[in-house]
């Protein structure tokens, strides 16, 4: 799937905030940049290889 990166990384950023107000537990940022960093490349497609 790929999206521009304009909205992908405000998906991105909307689905984390989503996930961080939906636990009570503590996330550490690393883990929150990795999360968003994730989803940005997959919406963009960034992260397929040409084979």
């Given amino acids: 799937m790929k999206t521009n990166k304009d909205y992908a990384l405000k998906t991105a950023i909307e689905l984390a905030k989503v996930n961080l107000e939906s636990t009570q537990q503590w996330i550490p ?8 960093e994730e989803v940005y490349l997959l919406l963009t497609g960034e992260n397929e290889t040409d084979e």
């Avoid at 940022?29 to 968003?36: G, L």
């Fill in 29 to 36: 940022p690393e883990n929150v940049k990795y999360f968003v």
